[in-house]
């Protein structure tokens, strides 16, 4: 269930802002298929930790790479942590008290917030 629910997020919710390309999760307020909000609740920076824990099944990340087992897919799995942790820490670090806001809006481009039909596939941009 876990690969499956990090798979839907990574293909259809993950975008980037417009002039930082920070990664970030957006949300799909009328389903798959239509745009994405540039819309981040602060409680989302909790999903870095949750992918970091996945991936690596609570070992440090240099000792879950030398097990069997460890793939490119992890990899990439790990990366979007570090992308999305940079984003929660940016989100933090922008504010004069230090504290993030409960939902963060972001500026993206409108082409990265659209979907489009590929033959047989919604695929996200």
Do not use: N
Not at 45 to 56: D, E, H, M, Q, W
Not at 97 to 123: C, K, N, R, Y
């Amino acid at each position: 269930m876990w690969d499956e629910a990090l798979a839907g997020i990574q293909k259809h919710l993950i975008t980037s802002t417009k002039h930082s390309k920070l990664q970030f999760v957006a949300e799909l307020p009328t389903g798959i298929g239509s745009k994405l909000s540039p819309k981040m609740d602060h409680l989302v920076c909790f999903l870095p930790g949750s992918i970091a824990l996945g991936v690596t099944g609570g070992l440090a990340i240099a000792e879950a790479r030398k097990i069997h087992g460890w793939s490119e897919r992890k990899e990439k799995q790990m990366k979007l942590a570090q992308e999305l942790k940079k984003t929660c820490w940016g989100m933090y670090k922008v504010t004069e008290t230090g504290l993030t806001p409960e939902i963060a809006w972001f500026e993206a481009d409108d082409a990265d917030l659209q979907f489009t039909l590929f033959p047989g596939v919604l695929s996200h941009l």
